[in-house]
C-alpha cells in the first residue's frame, strides 16, 4: 500500500512540478512542441506562479519557467539568438527590454487599446505588465520621520555607509531606480552619480529583497526600492517605512516580450495576453502590491493615485542609450570609493 502511494505522489510531483530554474527535460508526461512554452522570468516565484499555473490551467500549456536577475536573463537570451531556448521575457524594467531590443519581436496584445496611455509601447516591442513606483525606505528604530524626503538626503555624508542599494548592473530595478535619481537631482548627472556611489561607501547589495532585510534588521538606515516590496514587507510589520521622493520619482512598467524566432511563439502570445486580462490585472493589487496597467481597474488601495505621486521627469530613451555609459561610470566610482 505505502509503496503505491509513493508512487501515486511521484507521478502527481511530475505532472504539477513543471517550474524551475531551468526548463524541464521533456518527459513522457509532458505535451507535444505545440501546447508548450518557455517563459525566462525575473519575478518573484510569489509572483510568476500563480498566473503560470492559472494560464496552464485553462490553456493546457505545459510552461517551462527559468528565472533569474534580469540582465543575466537578457544577457542569456542574447547568447541564446542562434539557438533560441526561451518564447518569452516575463519581467524586467522597459529600458531594460529596450537595450536587448534586437532579441525581441514585436507584438500587439489583446485589448492593447486598453492599456493605460503612459505605458504603452509604440511599436509593441514589449507589453506592459505593472508599474512600479520607486520608493526611499529607512529604519523607524534608526531614524525619525521627516529626516528622509528625497534623493538629495542620499548624498548627505551622514548617511555615507548607511545606505541599501543593489547592484544596477544586475537588477533591473536597482538600474531604473539609479536613472530616476539621476533624472530627478538637479546638477551634473555625472557628478550626482559620483557622490551616490561615494556615498554607499563601496558596498552594494546583490538582490533587491536584500535592501529590505538590511534596512528592517538595522544593518542600513535607509535603502531605496520599489513601491510593490516595501508596502509588503511593512505589511508584515517590518521596522520599515516608506517615503516618495519629494523630488520626483519614475513609475517605469515591467513588461514582457516575445523572443526573436520563439518556437513557441503563439503560445507567447496567448500568455501576454493572459497577463494583461482584466482578471490577473485586478490581482496585482489585490495580492501582489503592484499598479495595474489597464484602464478601469482598481490601484492600490489606500496609497495615493499615480498622477498624486511627485514625478521626475524621467528620460527612458536616455535611458536606454546611455546604459552602459552609466553602469561602467558606477563600476569605476564605486571601486574607487574603496580605496
Same mark, same amino acid.
Given at each position: ?154 548624498? !548627505? @555624508? ?5 545606505? /541599501? &542599494?543593489? +547592484?544596477?548592473? $544586475? %537588477? ?5 531606480? #539609479? ?82 524566432? !520563439? @518556437? ?5 502570445? /496567448? &500568455?501576454? +495576453?493572459?497577463? $494583461? %486580462? ?5 490581482? #496585482? ?55
Amino acid at each position: 500500500m505505502i509503496k503505491k502511494l509513493l508512487c501515486v505522489i511521484v507521478v502527481f510531483a511530475l505532472l504539477c512540478g513543471c517550474a524551475g530554474s531551468t526548463p524541464a527535460a521533456k518527459s513522457g508526461f509532458a505535451p507535444d512542441e505545440e501546447h508548450r512554452l518557455v517563459v525566462y522570468t525575473s519575478h518573484k516565484q510569489e509572483v510568476w506562479q500563480p498566473i503560470v499555473r492559472e494560464f496552464e490551467r485553462r490553456t493546457g500549456i505545459w510552461v517551462d519557467v527559468v528565472y533569474g536577475a534580469t540582465s543575466e536573463l537578457l544577457e542569456r537570451i542574447e547568447r541564446e539568438s542562434r539557438d533560441v531556448q526561451a518564447d518569452l521575457m516575463f519581467g524586467g524594467g522597459v529600458e531594460s527590454l529596450e537595450t536587448y531590443r534586437e532579441c525581441f519581436t514585436p507584438y500587439t496584445c489583446a485589448g492593447a487599446d486598453r492599456l493605460l496611455t503612459q505605458f504603452r509601447c509604440a511599436d509593441g516591442l514589449w507589453t506592459p505588465f505593472s508599474a512600479l513606483p520607486v520608493v526611499l525606505i529607512y529604519n523607524t528604530k534608526l531614524m525619525e520621520p521627516g529626516l528622509l524626503t528625497g534623493w538629495r538626503d542620499l548624498l !548627505a @555624508p551622514e548617511l555615507q555607509g548607511e545606505i /541599501a &542599494f543593489t +547592484d544596477p548592473s $544586475v %537588477s533591473g530595478s536597482a538600474f531604473t531606480a #539609479l536613472m530616476t535619481m539621476l533624472c530627478a537631482l538637479p546638477g551634473d548627472r555625472g557628478e550626482n552619480l559620483r557622490a551616490f556611489a561615494e556615498n554607499l561607501g563601496g558596498v552594494q547589495l546583490d538582490g533587491s529583497g536584500a535592501v529590505l532585510t538590511a534596512v528592517a534588521d538595522g544593518s542600513a538606515t535607509v535603502g531605496v526600492t520599489l513601491e510593490e516590496t516595501a508596502l509588503k514587507r511593512i505589511a508584515e510589520g517590518e521596522n520599515i517605512a516608506m517615503v516618495y521622493p519629494a523630488d520626483g520619482t519614475s513609475c517605469v512598467p515591467d513588461a514582457s516580450a516575445i523572443v526573436r524566432g !520563439a @518556437p513557441h511563439e503563439e503560445n507567447a502570445r /496567448a &500568455f501576454i +495576453d493572459f497577463t $494583461v %486580462s482584466a482578471e490577473v490585472q485586478r490581482l #496585482l493589487a489585490s495580492q501582489f502590491c503592484r499598479r495595474p496597467v489597464l484602464e478601469g481597474v482598481d490601484s492600490l488601495p489606500g496609497s495615493p493615485a499615480l498622477d498624486e505621486l511627485p514625478a521626475a521627469d524621467y528620460d527612458l530613451e536616455l535611458a536606454v542609450s546611455e546604459r552602459d555609459a552609466v553602469l561602467m561610470s558606477w563600476a569605476f566610482y564605486l571601486v574607487k570609493s574603496e580605496a
